[in-house]
């Protein structure tokens, strides 16, 4: 389930936006002013961002300036009633991958989100291995060395790795984890999560006491986090 962050101050395009784009099977998160929209895409890293310029506190250029001055390249969906050429061109020089202008079709927001999702998957699928300190992970031959010796990782370990590893430097929530890697259908508990984290960190981390990669996000889940 691929994540959308909304970032909009207008009560009522907000609710449109959520509810029409959770129909169409998205995890969505809204922020409704720029300084919270802009900790919670860094914070949680979502797979593309629609986002107002107009808002409260920090407004949206400052959000994609600030965004790419930090190598964050999440897609930007600029929605604005700022229709002037000149905030177009601003906007996508800033790093935006797309402008809208307001008022538009939900029809034709969706089709543009996903356009840049298209973009992003298939740029997501030339990553066929990773490697982070001693670990070496080869997602085509679903094989994870540590310090060269291959680790002996059951089936739903390894992806429970691809995924925090495909969603790196996010937080995820138990549920999502649990509806990706377990599917929607299997009724288990964060518990089950738990007991495979920790069997992950038992092989990969070299003190799985104090993770290095595989981090608790108190009350909400887990992130995997690449330290530069």
């Given amino acids: 389930m691929e994540t959308i962050l909304i970032i909009e101050d207008d009560p009522s395009i907000l609710l449109g936006l959520e509810k029409n ?82 008022p538009f079709s939900i029809r034709e927001l969706l089709a543009r989100i996903n356009a840049v999702l298209r973009r992003k998957r298939r740029y997501d699928q030339t990553t066929e291995s990773i490697q982070f300190g001693s670990i070496s992970v080869n997602f085509s031959a679903r094989e994870v060395q540590k310090d060269g010796k291959t680790l002996e990782i059951s089936p739903k370990e390894f992806e429970l790795l691809k995924f925090l590893i495909q969603n790196k430097n996010k937080v995820l929530d138990r549920k999502l984890i649990l509806n990706k890697v377990w599917g929607y259908n299997y009724y288990g508990t964060a518990r089950t999560i738990d007991n495979f984290i920790t069997k992950l960190r038992q092989k990969i981390e070299n003190n799985p006491n104090q993770p290095k990669y595989i981090l608790t996000v108190r009350g909400v889940g887990y992130k995997f986090s690449l330290p530069d």
């Fill in 21 to 102: 784009l959770r129909f169409e099977g998205y995890h969505v998160l809204i922020a409704k002013d720029g300084e919270e929209g802009l900790k919670m895409a860094i914070d949680f890293q979502p797979d593309v961002i629609v986002l107002d310029i107009m808002l409260p506190k920090i407004n949206g250029f400052e959000i994609c300036k600030t965004l790419r001055k930090n190598d964050i390249h999440i897609p930007i969906l600029i929605v604005s009633a700022k229709n002037q050429e000149m905030d177009k061109i601003l906007g996508l020089d800033l790093g935006a991958d797309d402008y809208i202008c307001k």
